[in-house]
């Protein structure tokens, strides 16, 4: 059965209550990860993983403990690109699956829009969670739930 892991520090509200009741429905173990303690409800599948504070303390935690087939939720590409070089699957907040054939231009432009950024262009930075990205991450979580769990 594998496990899933989310990058709590960025993930939203809505995402997170989407994952709990996912994880209940389906007796799913998921650690939620950051470097801070993520209130969640009391749950025997549900675990939260408070890591030191520090760059990336809670990336290296993550992939320290990874499983091949596991799934890990996170929008932090260099961390995605290092959970599927260990097997993963890896899907957004969104319910934006990512592969190793989409991750590298997704990285690619992330490093253009940090150069326009650096030269003292604004880039507006990412859009708002909306009604239509809940429905697409809770309709592409339960689809990866249904076939691998």
Same mark, same amino acid.
């Given at each position: 059965?594998?496990?899933? #892991?989310? $990058?709590?520090?960025?993930?939203?509200? !809505?995402?997170?209550?989407?994952?709990?009741?996912?994880?209940?429905?389906? *007796? +799913? =173990? +998921? #650690? &939620?990860?950051? *470097?801070?303690? !993520?209130?969640?409800?009391? @749950?025997? #599948? !549900?675990?939260?993983?408070?890591?030191?504070?520090? &760059?990336?303390?809670? $990336?290296?935690?993550? !992939?320290?403990?990874?499983?091949?087939? $596991?799934?890990?939720?996170?929008?932090?590409?260099?961390?995605?690109?290092?959970?599927? $070089?260990?097997?993963?699957?890896?899907? =957004?907040?969104?319910?934006?699956?990512?592969?190793?054939? *989409?991750?590298?231009?997704?990285?690619?432009?992330?490093? &253009?829009?940090?150069?326009?950024?650096? @030269?003292?262009?604004? +880039?507006?930075?990412?859009?708002?969670? @909306?009604?239509?990205?809940?429905?697409? &991450?809770?309709?592409?979580?339960?689809? #990866?739930?249904?076939?691998?769990?």
């Amino acid at each position: 059965m594998p496990t899933l #892991w989310i $990058d709590a520090d960025a993930c939203p509200r !809505v995402a997170r209550d989407i994952i709990v009741r996912a994880a209940e429905r389906t *007796n +799913t =173990t +998921t #650690w &939620f990860v950051a *470097n801070h303690q !993520v209130p969640l409800p009391a @749950s025997r #599948w !549900v675990k939260s993983l408070a890591v030191a504070s520090g &760059f990336d303390a809670a $990336d290296h935690e993550i !992939v320290a403990r990874l499983e091949k087939g $596991d799934l890990l939720i996170t929008s932090d590409l260099p961390l995605a690109m290092e959970a599927l $070089d260990k097997g993963a699957a890896v899907m =957004t907040t969104r319910g934006e699956s990512l592969d190793h054939n *989409n991750i590298r231009a997704r990285v690619q432009m992330r490093d &253009f829009m940090e150069t326009l950024r650096a @030269s003292g262009e604004h +880039t507006g930075g990412p859009k708002g969670y @909306s009604d239509s990205d809940r429905r697409e &991450f809770a309709n592409a979580l339960d689809r #990866w739930l249904a076939k691998n769990a």
